[in-house]
């Protein structure tokens, strides 16, 4: 399946997820050295954890806290796997925090991220700024905000003055995102019926505006793959900027357009358009509150001759596509799958179901110490838990 060769040595690492115990408890000053598959940032040591969590390849990881004095890599979040599932070397150090992934203790999908960090800034993705009275004022606007994850507020002795109670609203990806989607015959992938999708507080639900065969050129902001035009949708949807987007069957690019002032249509066989929903929930057939599950009806889809490749979390055979959404479905690690078919050109990945998953919890692509500022996150999880 594409780089599924690429991947072999990492579907044992990947397996071992569920073999492993649960282990919550952190190490402070322990650094787990070397066996990094990738660096982020964090605000502390449990939102680092919460990312290894959700990444389908971390089993454990450092964190590098506020107080460390070697350098200045604070906030550094390294991400770790090893064949066995454990640290090669643990050492003794001032200044880091490391622990072990959550995947084996079947965590909370939709974490409640309430602390507030003073002397921290969540360094870029700004959206919208305002005035506001006080942090927490800036996190109430932030929780009702649709498109805010997190924010940074400047209180009242913040030099300069004048930008001194600035609120700072920004974005983070809530959409699961596909690294890449490919044409690959003898292939059907889908999305977990339980996939967490963007929950908006309103009651209207709505169809959204497609316009089929139609292509608005120009105005790209970011392109991202996409399974289909309502994914494409709902991704512009997710993101504060889009003013509308254009869906290419050809190559699965989904590309999110910014110009608001005016949208330019031209007549384009296999290019769909469309609009953004605002203030409602797009079309969806199961809505539980306390859960927070929307399940929109293209979820539902399965797509024959589509890969979904890469993000694997492990793989488990499947008499057929049907069982293996199903398979998807039931683990709460898995967000979207990929099943070999039987006249797959490969007999070695026939029947295989690939389980996949994606980091969707905010995470700030930088976090740096800054006097007199305050950042946190946005509390809808807690409020909807």
């Not at 066996?35 to 389908?56: G, N, Y």
């Not at 139609?214 to 494409?232: E, R």
């Amino acid at each position: 399946m594409g780089t599924y060769s690429i991947l072999v040595g990492l579907l044992f690492v990947c397996s071992l997820t569920f073999s492993q115990e649960c282990i919550r408890e952190l190490k402070e000053n322990v650094d787990f050295p070397g066996s990094d598959i990738v660096q982020m940032f964090a605000a502390d040591a449990k939102h680092c954890q919460r990312l290894c969590t959700e990444h389908p390849s971390c089993l454990f990881f450092t964190f590098v806290r506020p107080d460390w004095t070697i350098d200045t890599t604070h906030f550094y979040c390294y991400l770790k796997s090893t064949p066995t599932g454990k640290p090669t070397i643990e050492k003794g150090i001032l200044g880091v925090t490391s622990g072990f992934s959550l995947k084996p203790c079947s965590p909370d999908k939709m974490p409640c991220l309430s602390q507030v960090y003073h002397n921290v800034d969540f360094f870029g993705t700004d959206y919208r700024t305002l005035f506001t009275a006080d942090h927490e004022e800036c996190q109430r606007v932030c929780t009702h905000d649709p498109s805010c994850q997190f924010f940074t507020f400047v209180n009242g002795i913040y030099s300069p003055e004048k930008i001194r109670h600035k609120c700072h609203l920004k974005f983070s990806w809530v959409v699961p995102r596909i690294p890449i989607i490919r044409a690959t015959a003898g292939v059907v992938s889908g999305f977990s019926h339980k996939v967490q999708m963007p929950y908006f507080p309103f009651d209207t639900e709505c169809e959204g505006k497609l316009f089929p065969n139609t292509d608005i050129p120009g105005s790209d902001m970011q392109v991202l793959p996409a399974a289909s035009p309502q994914h494409c949708q709902t991704l512009c949807s997710a993101y504060p900027d889009c003013t509308y987007f254009s869906f290419d069957s050809g190559d699965y690019g989904c590309y999110l357009k910014k110009n608001p002032n005016e949208m330019v249509m031209e007549a384009n066989v296999g290019i769909t358009s469309g609009l953004p929903a605002h203030f409602c929930q797009l079309n969806s057939s199961t809505r539980t509150l306390t859960s927070t599950l929307i399940i929109t009806d293209w979820v539902k889809v399965p797509f024959e001759g589509v890969d979904y490749n890469l993000s694997d979390i492990r793989f488990e055979l499947a008499d057929d596509p049907d069982t293996c959404q199903k398979i998807c479905t039931a683990d709460f690690n898995c967000q979207f799958y990929t099943y070999a078919r039987e006249d797959f050109f490969d007999p070695t990945y026939r029947r295989r179901c690939y389980l996949k998953r994606v980091i969707t919890i905010p995470a700030p692509p930088n976090i740096v110490k800054l006097n007199n500022v305050v950042s946190g996150f946005s509390l809808k999880n807690c409020e909807m838990n």
